[in-house]
Each structure stands twice: as structure tokens, then as C-alpha cells.
């Protein structure tokens, strides 16, 4: 299964547009929405082309592969709109045998945990920072930054999780995809801003599957 991951888009026309097209040249099995899906909030800028009906009637086209949790910016007025529903405080995804607790960050996050065990996966939005960080007891936190108002000079990203990689994409100044390794040593991230097809880089730390044999979360 993969999974294409994204939050935050705020009504942003455009960049759901950018996204539809992203998820479209993955080639992914479903596209997860971790909240804030149409109102900009009160305390950001209008993004990009701010304009919900267009971003729920593009959201609508994909609501069979759709999978989403209520942000703190969604409400049951935004679900009168969308064909999918949104008003979930989390998600359990499973990705081989990883599981991933998925919530939009505002509830649940690395100071307020939710039930995990050992080697789960903590993915959430909200903050507008794309993170990979490890914690706990073989525990990672996944973030995939916002697709429309990206904090702290961040690219506009997605989270693509695959079979046993992780990367996150940016497009270039001219809209073309480019790499680029990123290290956080004030964070403890590594996330990887990469092409479609390209995985990670030497030197990074893909999340493993446990095997049959384990149930620690180590490779």
C-alpha cells in the first residue's frame, strides 16, 4: 500500500491543484488528509488562490481514495460540502507491519501522545513543519508540512509513505521537482525532498517493517 500524504491545504486552490497532480504521478493507493482542508483560520495569511469551493469540488472528484481527520479549522459545515468524511480524531493506518496512529496534531502529538507501542508511527499536521524524528521506543513522528502555508522558510511538501521508504517532495522555483537531503540537527529530522522515483539517499534512515521473526520494531 502506499499511501500519499498531505495536510493543511486552507482552501488554497492552488496548491490542491498541485497536490491532485502530485498524488496523481505517484501512482499512490489513497490519499490521506490530516485536516484543515478549507478554511485558512484566523490566524494565518489567505493562501495562494484561496478559494473552498474549488478545493472541495476537486476534493470531491477523489473521495473514493480519500481517507481524513478533522483539523481544529474543519467543521460540520465543511463536511456539508465534502463527500468524504472528515470529522475522525484519527486514523489507524497499517503499512506492513507498521502502524500508523494518524491525527491532525492539535490533540495528539510528541507532548500529548496517544496509545502507541513500541514501533508505532505518530503522523500528524497542524504545525506547518515537514518532520521525520524518531522517539520513544522505536517510535518515529512523520509530519508532512503543509501543502499551502508551509512555516520557517519550508517548502510547500507532501509525505509519500511507501513499503519501507519515506520522502517528502518540493518543486523548484520553476515548478520542477528537484532532490535535496535534509538534515535538522536542531529537530533530529531527516526528511528527504525528492523526485518521483528517485528513493533515499545514501545515508538516510528509511522506517523498516519488523520482520516475522521480531516485534521490537528493529530491522
Known amino acids: 500500500m502506499k499511501y500519499f500524504i498531505a495536510s493543511d491545504i486552507h482552501g488554497s486552490a492552488y496548491y490542491c491543484r498541485r497536490l491532485l497532480e502530485a498524488y496523481e504521478r505517484e501512482g499512490a493507493d489513497r490519499l490521506v488528509l490530516l485536516g484543515d482542508i478549507l478554511y485558512h483560520g484566523p490566524r494565518n495569511d489567505l493562501p495562494k488562490d484561496y478559494n473552498p469551493k474549488d478545493v ?32 475522525a480524531p484519527y486514523a489507524i493506518l497499517t503499512q506492513g507491519s507498521l502502524v500508523v496512529y494518524a491525527t491532525h496534531g492539535d490533540h495528539y502529538n510528541t507532548h500529548r501522545l496517544p496509545p502507541l507501542q513500541k514501533g ?17 521506543q522505536d517510535n518515529y513522528y512523520l509530519n508532512p508540512g503543509s501543502a499551502s502555508l508551509p512555516k520557517d522558510g519550508n517548502p510547500h511538501s507532501y509525505l509519500r509513505l511507501g ?8 518543486h523548484g522555483r520553476q515548478g520542477l521537482p528537484r532532490t535535496d537531503f535534509i538534515r535538522s540537527r536542531e ?16 545515508g538516510s534512515s ?11 520494531g528493529r530491522p
Open 163 to 170: 513499503r519501507s521508504d519515506l520522502y517528502l517532495e518540493r
Open 120 to 136: 508505532d508511527i505518530l503522523l500528524h499536521g497542524h504545525t506547518h513543519l515537514p518532520v521525520w524524528e524518531p522517539f520513544g
Open 187 to 202: 529537530k533530529g529530522a531527516a526528511c528527504l525532498f525528492g523526485t518521483v522515483g528517485i528513493g533515499p539517499p545514501s
Open 206 to 216: 528509511p522506517i523498516r517493517e519488523k520482520s516475522e521473526n521480531q516485534t521490537d
Open 56 to 87: 472541495f469540488a476537486m476534493l470531491n472528484e477523489k473521495k473514493d481514495a480519500i481517507l481524513c481527520v478533522r483539523g481544529n479549522c474543519d467543521s460540520e459545515v465543511d463536511q456539508m460540502v465534502l463527500e468524504f468524511p472528515i470529522m
